[in-house]
């Protein structure tokens, strides 16, 4: 699988969009991108994930690049609730494990 | 739907007992995976099975571990016996299928305190 590179940490205000930025420059054309986000004491939590085209669901949307080298993870309306770790995995269409980095830490703030 | 649900929610126990953590996959999930969590290690997977069966038991740290899936609905992570650097928080996760347009969804985990 790819590796993947995101900021050790990020603030945002509540109610402003947070976009929480990955690079995955050796993508390979059959890799997923996937983010899962960890609030203190609870299990990894799945957000969304997409291949090539942007992606969109009730909790955020996926923005990918056309060289599908970096994406965007964007929380419309950041609340003191989204506080949390934030991870992009790259995972290949036959992977069965997600291998999981040291993520963002996202904080988001009143 | 009930997501996948793990018990306990905390154990401590002294070192050398044996330890067995459950986990209940979300109904109709045919992929069971166990990752433990530490600091130094992050997240990792030890075992997965698919129907029951384990696939891949590659990332148990040892002879210490052993892992079941008696039926579709339930499974066990034992440790005996137990020692201290094998204070974690386990994590239990289920997926439909295989391959990567399946995203795994995680239980809320058991954290192991070994003394």
């Known amino acids: 699988d790819a590796k993947t590179t995101q900021p050790p940490s990020m603030d945002c205000a509540e109610g402003r969009a947070a976009n929480l930025p990955c690079n995955h420059s050796t993508i390979s054309g059959n890799e997923y991108v996937y983010w899962y986000r960890q609030i203190h004491s609870q299990g990894p939590q799945y957000i969304i994930h997409g291949l090539k085209n942007n992606e969109t669901n009730e909790m955020a949307s996926l923005i990918i690049t056309e060289d599908r080298k970096s994406s965007t993870l964007i929380l419309p309306h950041a609340t003191l609730r989204d506080t949390a770790v934030y991870y992009c995995?790259?995972?290949?269409?036959?992977?069965?494990?997600?291998?999981f980095g040291t993520g963002t830490r996202l904080q988001v703030f009143p | 739907d009930a997501g996948v649900i793990q018990s306990p929610r905390h154990e401590v126990t002294e070192m050398g007992q044996e330890v067995t953590l459950r986990c209940k996959p979300i109904s109709g999930h045919d992929y069971l995976f166990w990752y433990r969590q530490t600091m130094m290690r992050g997240l990792e997977l030890l075992i997965y099975?698919?129907?029951?069966?384990?696939?891949?038991d590659s990332g148990m740290p040892e002879d210490r571990f052993s892992a079941k899936m008696p039926n579709a609905s339930f499974s066990t992570l034992k440790i005996q016996p137990s020692e201290p650097r094998d204070s974690a928080v386990y994590f239990c996760?289920?997926?439909?299928?295989?391959?990567?347009?399946?995203?795994?969804?995680f239980g809320d985990g058991t954290r192991l305190s070994i003394l």
């Open positions: 099975f698919n129907n029951n069966v384990p696939i891949d």
């Open positions: 996760a289920s997926s439909f299928s295989y391959g990567g347009n399946q995203p795994q969804h």
């Open positions: 995995i790259v995972r290949a269409d036959w992977a069965d494990k997600l291998i």
